[in-house]
């Protein structure tokens, strides 16, 4: 019964890609998605009742590559995880990933990218403040306009308007910056149809 | 002809796939590899069939399926879907669409499928 054998170890062996893949999965779901593959490879390899080497093969090559269908079930998993979630860094991920399948998610993926990135640099400015005291503020001024950052007196003239304030509405700034963003995100990515929440899964 | 027809041609497959399975569950509860067979017989919609499993478990997140697993005579489970009310509705509007789409685009294509230009020539 040695290529029955072979054939198990092929089979395990692509099952055992698919598990990989899917790195991150709650542990039941995966299980569940590698049952469901074992149960298609072992009914299509049968013949007469029994497991054919041959055509465990020729299924597992229909299949497509494992890290193909781990990956089609990661982008819509992210995506419903994602408009349920407010943690930056899912959403971040989660975008990245549509990013790479079209214009719509790309445009989205900028928007995460713009809005964090903001709200990164306005916490930079709140911890900075205290450390360089005369560079860091909000300035109006003749070349500045009305900015908030980092300048030197070389950049020309240009007076602060916060003070020991700054901090405080810097951060106050970074957590809207951060709010907003992820608001916006949970709504696009709902309303995308891509991710429906679960319990509407009845 | 496109530079890539092969591309065009997923794309179309896998815009379809959708309504095709579930004009396959229309007809009761099915698991997987039948729901497979029945899109095989002939046509051409699936090029990887590992693709018909993630589209399923999205339908289903989506509230269009519903799903158990049955143990099988031959002792192996299976997992058999069925449509559920939305699921229905949906397939009957995705149906509706896609009869007139299909009809207005076969009057407009069916010049080509003589094969011949205006001009006569064979292509």
Known sequence: MTASNDSTQLMEYYLGRLRRSMEGFPAAEREEIVAEIRSHITERSLVDGVVDPRRVRETLEALGRPEEIASQYRTDALLTRAAGSHSPWVLLRATLRWAMLGAKGFGIFMIAVTGYTMAAAFFVCAILKPFFPDNIGLWVGPSTGFSMGFRTAHDGPASELLGHWLPLVAMVLGLLAIMGTTHALRALIRRSGRAQPRWRAE | ?123
């Open chain 2, 1 to 123: 002809m496109t530079e890539h027809p092969e591309k065009w041609e997923a794309q179309v497959r896998k815009g379809c796939l959708e309504l095709a399975i579930l004009a396959a569950l229309w007809r009761g509860r099915l698991y997987g590899l039948e729901i497979l067979r029945l899109l095989e017989d002939g046509s051409n919609l699936i090029v990887a069939e590992g693709t018909v499993y993630p589209l399923l478990s999205r339908l289903k997140a989506e509230g269009l399926i519903e799903s158990e697993w049955v143990e099988s005579e031959g002792g192996h489970p299976r997992k058999y879907y069925w449509l559920t009310k939305a699921g229905r509705q949906r397939g009957m509007a995705m149906a509706g669409f896609w009869a007139e789409f299909a009809a207005s685009l076969g009057t407009l294509i069916q010049p080509l499928l003589g094969g011949k230009s205006q001009h006569g020539k064979a292509l």
